[in-house]
């Protein structure tokens, strides 16, 4: 056997054991993860295909179907965040040629309309100003329009701050005989959602929001119409990781192999759901309106304008239109780097003119909103124009 080369140490770096600062996320994601949920996270992992693991994955998709207000057979959660499971409705139930129609209100409808793009549909959009929502009549208009086989729609969309209007969408795909694709990332476990109700065929979703845990797992359900859909598809799923018709061989009846699970972070699913479940959805759809509505009169109280019309507003995302003479970033970087709290800001057509604040999860509490309200009121002055003392962001 020939002599090994030398080992390049040029990139071995000696490190502290890891230390993060404390920070509390009012920002649009992630939020704070709910300090049992971070406790389950570190229990010691088991198998993937242990048996007690697979009746955790058991409970895991029960409670889904629980905080979703569904009975789909296919409801898992997805190991990857978010937009792996948005990926994920797309992959499965779209061909190369299927119309999808995509209503674009603010950022996440585009990255929808991107994806079934890569999915090669023929994609079609309609769209309205970033801070408005569709009337049932135009959704009405453009399905008779486009006859698609997809309405994408987001229900909660998080550069905005709107709260879609549900009911009568998915009656109206029912008789357009397309499928009804729903965006919940910002919703689920925070506002109300009926997913059968709605008749609402595909649905995607997040861990680190209104779940209380870290980013990590993609929420993923399909109805029986998307299920039938899928199964008479003419090729394999163009995603091998993504495909459901594999992973049902797991999260279903055959506990067949397909990836190696992220086991701790099911552990922390199944603890934030169980939190969930142990207030109920009712009572924790009631506290993060209660705690959005004290939020909205503080800053309206401040000489705030939020962005959202009342009746369109999100209790989970709040955008706050950014006074005229103020430097938004500045005031966010002062607020993370001074007091330790994280506030977004605007995205796409809204990039510099918003601050986006979240009450999502485990955040929604009163003690934040009154915590950032002071903040707001002692400190934004200094960052307005002509202050008489600016104010030195730390960096």
């Not at 993060?20 to 010691?44: C, E, F, I, M």
């Not at 005229?324 to 057509?349: M, P, R, S």
């Amino acid at each position: 056997m020939s002599a090994l080369p030398p080992v390049n140490t040029a990139h071995r770096l000696q490190l502290d054991p890891i230390a993060t600062p404390d920070r509390l996320l009012l920002g649009p994601g992630p939020s704070n993860a709910h300090p049992q949920v971070l406790q389950a996270l570190a229990r010691t992992p088991i198998g993937h295909l242990d048996p007690l693991y697979v009746h955790l994955m058991g409970e895991v998709q029960e409670l889904l179907r629980y905080a979703w207000q569904t009975d789909n057979r296919l409801t898992l959660p997805m190991s990857g965040t978010g937009s792996a499971a948005m990926e994920a409705t797309l992959a499965n139930t779209v061909e190369p040629g299927d119309k999808v129609l995509v209503a674009v209100k603010g950022y996440f409808g585009l990255r929808l309309a991107d994806m079934a793009e890569r999915y090669r549909a023929e994609v079609v959009t309609i769209e309205r100003p970033w801070g408005e929502a569709f009337t049932l009549e135009e959704i009405e208009a453009a399905l008779e329009l486009h006859r698609p086989a997809v309405l994408a729609i987001v229900h909660a969309e998080t550069s905005t701050g709107i709260r879609q209007p549900m009911e009568g969408i998915g009656d109206l795909c029912r008789r357009h005989n397309c499928l009804l694709l729903l965006d919940t990332v910002t919703s689920l476990g925070a506002v109300p959602l009926f997913l059968d109700d709605w008749k609402v065929d595909l649905a995607y979703s997040c861990s680190q929001k209104g779940l209380s845990c870290p980013p990590g797992l993609g929420p993923f359900t399909m109805g029986p119409r998307a299920e039938a859909k899928m199964e008479a598809r003419s090729g394999k799923v163009p995603n091998w990781y993504l495909d459901v018709t594999l992973l049902n061989r797991y999260w279903g009846s055959d506990r067949v192999y397909h990836h190696t699970a992220p086991v701790n972070m099911n552990f922390g699913m199944r603890e934030a759901l169980r939190l969930l479940a142990d207030e109920g959805l009712e009572q924790v759809w009631a506290r993060h309106q209660r705690n959005a509505e004290r939020l909205w009169a503080g800053l309206e109280a401040l000489g705030l304008d939020l962005h959202a019309p009342r009746e369109l507003r999100l209790p989970t995302l709040t955008t706050v239109r950014i006074p005229e003479g103020v430097d938004g970033k500045a005031f966010t970087l002062h607020l993370l780097n001074k007091h330790g709290i994280e506030v977004g800001g605007g995205l796409g057509a809204l990039a510099g003119k918003v601050w986006r604040i979240g009450l999502m999860g485990y955040n929604s509490q009163a003690e934040n909103v009154d915590r950032l309200l002071n903040l707001f009121e002692t400190e934004l002055p200094a960052f307005r124009a002509g202050a008489t003392e600016p104010a030195v962001v730390s960096v």
